[in-house]
């Protein structure tokens, strides 16, 4: 199981609920988030899953994860994770490869990797069409999306309606603290368009996505601009302006640390 509470908030989707498929498959505990009207369907998809539900329906992804990490905070967590709903394999990136695997693994050197810093504020996976040629294992001050591990006791909270998880790590980074986007590990994530439920019919039709791009250049002057790219309308954000370095705690042994991490990348690598 993971050191962390995992949690995957799902709306429309108890027929294709990818992430709980996946995360059952790896035997991987995790808290299923659902909205009132939908516990039914979802029970009964998922009837061996935890499934926690929501004080009402319609209280918008933000709400919801907002609430997820109060009920984290209610169990005495340092941290929580929240993973998107269309996720479908987590996966070793090594060599240029992409190579399947247990994501008990993953987790666990997320994990791991995550508590050697004081001052990651969030860390997740990045996307696996993301990670391509030399990628390096990690990324510093940059975006982490859809699998993510979040510090508690930070004071910033998703506020947004559009573009909630770019803005938490942005808030993340002007408060001084840093963002780690792993590649060692990646995801498989379904592109959200062509899966139905979601945030699909709330936020991406019609000018959906110049809406999301223009709130959030508003929200962040100097640091995010709109620009048209792949054909539509898309935020583009300046990561660069962030530098603060990685601070390790001084309480680790850092030699055993490495010897650790040789074999379980080792064990997540060899096939």
Not at 44 to 73: C, Y
Not at 176 to 203: H, P, S, W, Y
Request: aromatic share 10%; net charge positive; with cysteine.
């Amino acid at each position: 199981m993971t050191k962390y509470p995992l949690y995957v908030p799902s709306k429309g989707r108890a027929d294709c609920c990818y992430t709980a498929e996946f995360l059952i498959r790896d035997q991987v505990p995790f808290r299923l988030v659902v909205e009132p009207s939908e516990e039914k369907a979802y029970r009964a998809q998922f009837p061996d899953v935890e499934v926690l539900v929501t004080p009402k329906d319609d209280m918008r992804l933000l709400g919801v994860r907002n609430w997820i990490r109060d009920h984290s905070v209610s169990l005495g967590a340092e941290r929580h994770w929240q993973f998107d709903d269309n996720i479908v394999l987590m996966a070793r990136w090594h060599q240029a490869r992409r190579i399947k695997v247990d994501s008990k693994i993953g987790f666990a050197a997320a994990e791991e990797f995550t508590d050697r810093y004081t001052n990651i504020g969030l860390s997740g996976f990045n996307y696996d069409m993301f990670a391509v040629g030399k990628a390096p294992p990690f990324r510093v001050n940059t975006h982490v999306y859809s699998a993510s591990l979040i510090k508690n006791d930070m004071p910033h909270t998703w506020r947004l309606l559009y573009n909630d998880d770019t803005d938490l790590c942005l808030q993340v980074l002007a408060g001084g603290l840093c963002t780690v986007q792993i590649n060692a590990f990646v995801v498989k994530k379904l592109r959200t368009m062509i899966v139905k439920g979601g945030n699909t019919e709330d936020l991406y039709q019609g000018d959906g996505r110049l809406k999301m791009a223009r709130t959030l250049e508003r929200m962040w002057p100097g640091i995010v601009t709109t620009e048209r790219r792949y054909g539509r309308p898309q935020h583009v954000i300046n990561w660069r302006k962030f530098r603060t370095p990685l601070i390790r705690r001084d309480d680790l042994d850092w030699d055993e640390i490495a010897r650790k991490e040789w074999k379980l990348t080792r064990k997540a690598t060899v096939r």
